[in-house]
């Protein structure tokens, strides 16, 4: 008996180790503020970028014409709030567009939410509160026309967690295992 509750001590602790008990993804101190960042949300009005009390805020600055970063990086979100379960429920989403010449209101909410129910769309025409944004979340995009003359949009990939106060918690590159994510969140929301 002893010798079996050492070897599930030793294997709880491994387990552990490979979880543990602070956060995995990019954490800054101080921590951004991103809380007094207004945008807006299609068909809601002005948007503020901080969780409801007792949730957190996934921000993510994308388009919808990406042909691979952006479907992917919700496709793993999809896996995050599944993976979640009823822990889904205190998990927002929003995304931004930072392709408003293309991505109406009305495409980026039918995107967005084809892969998370209930997300917010922020959809804003002002290039000046678009870039004030993304530099607060210490984002960045832009588009170029290459040498064939076709324009190609940039961005960057990752993932902001906010809390209520309007903090950035952490963040997680593209790439980021949903498991990651998940534990992440976790902890966040003190599960």
């Known amino acids: 008996m002893a010798a079996t509750l050492a070897v599930l001590t030793a294997v709880l602790a491994a387990c552990g180790a490979e979880r543990p008990d602070r956060l995995v993804g990019a954490v800054r101190e101080p921590r951004p503020d991103v809380g007094q960042v207004t945008l807006l949300e299609a068909g809601a ?4 970028f901080e969780a409801e009390p007792g949730h957190v805020l996934l921000t993510y600055f994308g388009y919808t ?22 822990a889904a429920e205190r998990v927002d989403l929003a995304m931004v567009t930072i392709d408003p010449e293309v991505d109406t209101a009305g495409l980026l909410t039918a995107y967005v939410r084809s892969f998370v129910p209930g997300a917010h769309a922020i959809v804003s025409t002002d290039d000046v509160a678009l870039r004030a944004a993304a530099d607060a979340f210490g984002a960045d995009y832009g588009a170029v026309i290459n040498a064939d003359g076709v324009r190609e949009v940039f961005h960057t990939a990752s993932v902001y967690a906010v809390d209520e106060a309007g903090e950035i918690r952490v963040s997680w590159s593209y790439g980021t295992p949903a498991d990651d994510v998940v534990h992440d969140l976790r902890l966040l929301l003190d599960l």
Do not use: I, Q
């Open 45 to 48: 009005g002005p948007f503020r």
């Open 65 to 86: 014409s990406c042909p691979d970063v952006c479907p992917t990086t919700l496709a793993d979100l999809k896996v995050v709030y599944e993976d979640l379960g009823a």
